[in-house]
């Protein structure tokens, strides 16, 4: 864990532009925190592919940037082109900084945009043994619904997939949320 309380973070929206920098981010992540991230091993060649196709996907990128270098990302997707009340959310924080609150900072920022573009409902996917992610989440107080083993092969010990669906409901009136979006 590195210490940054020397450096202000500083969390602002990735231009389509600016995707090369999330790609750089994100083959700065050890192998554990990439198969946390998407909930499965992955290659440079694959975080490639996926970084090339965020500008044109229904996703806004937003970046923690500290001392200029981004170190952690947090992705807002719409689910559906035709119901934009709900999005996915998807977090990364490189392996030095993690454990220094950086997540949850993202993860209250990500809240706090979403609800500004009339998102009601934010679902987030991460493994079971992602303790990081699922700290961050108990943080929120939200209100969450989980679904457990959405694995898409359970036969086949290589496939890598969810164990945790979490929905979290960003109505207005929800007390826990708003103490978070506080701190």
Request: glycine letters at 4%; a negative charge; proline letters at 3%.
């Amino acid at each position: 864990m590195q210490e940054y309380d020397s450096c202000v973070p500083v969390i602002r929206q990735l231009k389509c532009n600016e995707m090369s920098l999330l790609h750089t981010h994100l083959l700065r992540l050890g192998q554990l925190s990439r198969t946390m991230r998407f909930n499965r091993p992955v290659t440079d060649q694959f975080i490639e592919e996926y970084c090339s196709h965020l500008a044109s996907d229904n996703c806004a990128v937003y970046g923690l940037f500290l001392q200029g270098v981004l170190r952690g990302s947090v992705e807002i997707r719409l689910r559906t082109v035709s119901d934009a009340s709900e999005a996915e959310l998807t977090l990364s924080v490189e392996d030095l900084w993690q454990n220094a609150g950086l997540g949850t900072v993202l993860v209250a920022d990500a809240f706090s945009t979403a609800r500004t573009m009339d998102i009601t409902t934010v679902c987030l996917v991460c493994l079971r043994e992602n303790y990081p992610m699922r700290r961050v989440l108990a943080k929120t107080a939200a209100r969450f619904r989980t679904m457990t083993s959405v694995r898409p092969d359970e036969d086949d010990p290589e496939t890598f997939g969810a164990d945790v669906f979490v929905t979290f409901l960003l109505n207005s009136g929800d007390q826990g949320i708003r103490r978070f979006l506080m701190r």
